[in-house]
Nanobody, 120 residues
Framework: QVQLVESGGGLVQAGGSLRLSCAAS????????MGWYRQAPGKQRERVAT???????TYADSVKGRFTISRDNAKNTQYLQMNSLKPEDTAVYYC??????????????WGQGTQVTVSS
């Protein structure tokens, strides 16, 4: 059984920083892409940033230059460094990982979500 456990959310003032972590555990053979998504009240979940196993990254336009995604493959962990936070970044942040178990299939897993609140 695979679990993704997130940490690092909280309340911060506008202009501040937070760092989110997401650790995957279980009988994991490989992790392909990893990513962060967020969902604000009344809005659909949106992609924030993704990173491949080789380290290639993508970012939503709204966070480019402010957020940085990274991963530690040895620890099956990904991170999201969030700087210059804005009130519109307030949302529940979810981590995602595409995981393989030794065969050809890949499965998508989600973390439980962590609240990020940015006050003005």
């Amino acid at each position: 059984q695979v679990q993704l456990v997130e940490s690092g959310g909280g309340l911060v003032q506008a202009g501040g920083s937070l760092r989110l972590s997401c650790a995957a555990s279980g009988s994991i053979f490989s992790i392909d892409a990893m990513g962060w998504y967020r969902q604000a009240p009344g809005k659909q979940r949106e992609r924030v940033a993704t990173i491949t196993s080789g380290g290639s990254t993508t970012y939503a336009d709204s966070v480019k230059g402010r957020f940085t995604i990274s991963r530690d493959n040895a620890k099956n962990t990904q991170y999201l460094q969030m700087n210059s936070l804005k009130p519109e970044d307030t949302a529940v942040y979810y981590c995602n990982a595409i995981i393989g178990f030794g065969g050809s299939q890949r499965f998508s897993y989600w973390g439980q979500g962590t609240q990020v609140t940015v006050s003005s």
